[in-house]
């Protein structure tokens, strides 16, 4: 689930949630984030903290920094999955 948050951060045009590219891996965040109050609410990665991460020497990048690459798609991607975990969890408060 990590890799959502970080592999668009990584590497170029590679997006885990492309429903087009990857309609099951798709159908599951979708189904996690929608379903299940926890995990969109309180575990799902998001880019902007993952960018931070990754941009901090040791932490899993052996010591090398990664120029990462944050952009629109993925925060609004972010933003939207957000904003339906926070949907999830009112419904079952």
Not at 13 to 20: F, I, M, N, S
Not at 22 to 47: K, Q
Not at 68 to 83: C, G, I, N
């Amino acid at each position: 689930e990590r890799y959502a948050a970080q592999l668009p951060l990584l590497h170029d045009g590679l997006r885990p949630r492309d429903t087009a590219r990857y309609p099951n891996l798709s159908r599951w965040y979708d189904a996690m984030e929608s379903t299940i109050p926890a995990y969109g609410c309180r575990v799902r990665g998001n880019a902007a903290s993952w960018a931070k991460v990754l941009s901090q020497a040791g932490f899993g990048n052996g010591g090398s920094v990664p120029e990462v690459s944050p952009d629109d798609r993925t925060a609004a991607s972010d933003a939207a999955a957000s904003a339906r975990g926070a949907e999830t969890w009112a419904a079952y408060a």
